[in-house]
Nanobody, 115 residues
Framework: QVQLVESGGGLVQPGGSLRLSCKAS????????VGWYRQAPGKERELVAT???????TYADSMKGRFTISRDNAKNTVYLQMNSLKPEDTAVYYC?????????WGQGTQVTVSS
């Protein structure tokens, strides 16, 4: 059974940082790309960043230079380092792993950026 579990969200002031983690189980993790998405209240879910099995990263334009995605295959974990956070980064953050014909999602972790 494939499971993705996010953690690391919380309340942070504008300009602060958080590191999110997405731990996978039930798959041979190192073979798969993983993505981080977010969904703010009243908005559609949007792509934040992706990382391939080989470690190549891509980012949505508004996150470039502020967010860094990385992976530790030994720990079956993908990270999202978020710096210079803004109130508009407030959202539930989800990780996603497409495995074959299926797409797996975690339960999400809330990030709130507020003073």
């Amino acid at each position: 059974q494939v499971q993705l579990v996010e953690s690391g969200g919380g309340l942070v002031q504008p300009g602060g940082s958080l590191r999110l983690s997405c731990k996978a189980s039930g798959i041979f993790f190192r073979l798969y790309a993983v993505g981080w998405y977010r969904q703010a209240p009243g908005k559609e879910r949007e792509l934040v960043a992706t990382i391939t099995s080989g470690g190549s990263a891509t980012y949505a334009d508004s996150m470039k230079g502020r967010f860094t995605i990385s992976r530790d295959n030994a720990k079956n974990t993908v990270y999202l380092q978020m710096n210079s956070l803004k109130p508009e980064d407030t959202a539930v953050y989800y990780c996603n792993a497409p495995v074959g014909a299926r797409s797996y999602w975690g339960q999400g972790t809330q990030v709130t950026v507020s003073s």
